[in-house]
Nanobody, 118 residues
Framework: VQLQASGGGLVEPGGSLSLSCALN????????MAWYRQPPRKEREFVAR???????GYADSVKDRFSIWRESDKNRFWLRMTGLEPSDTAVYYC?????????????WGPGTQVTVSS
């Protein structure tokens, strides 16, 4: 699966931003889709996930501020970020997992920069 993230940019603290991730295959074939991020000089970390059941999960640091959802008819999923803080500055990566016959096929998008600064 090929993924392409978009929507990153510069935003002031307290602002909002939406990221999207487009898939080149049907989103119905994915078991799991997620967003990760890598802050400067830190390891990549989990942000949010959505399963094919539409169950969602969030990192504690973004819970109640971020939301993930999918547009199945457009093979795209989103991350809505509100109440952004400087600590949210990172390269954001979208991720999708396809499981076929018990074999896991993970895919990563190339990343999009989000900078929260005044």
């Amino acid at each position: 699966v090929q993924l392409q993230a978009s929507g990153g940019g510069l935003v002031e603290p307290g602002g909002s931003l939406s990221l999207s991730c487009a898939l080149n295959e049907s989103i119905f074939g994915m078991s799991l889709m997620a967003w990760y991020r890598q802050p400067p000089r830190k390891e990549r970390e989990f942000v949010a996930r959505i399963e094919n059941s539409d169950a969602t999960g969030y990192a504690d640091s973004v819970k109640d501020r971020f939301s993930i959802w999918r547009e199945s008819d457009k093979n795209r999923f989103w991350l809505r970020m509100t109440g952004l803080e400087p600590s949210d500055t990172a390269v954001y990566y979208c991720y999708a997992l396809r499981i076929t016959n018990g074999v896991h096929y993970p895919s990563w998008g190339p990343g999009t920069q989000v900078t929260v600064s005044s």
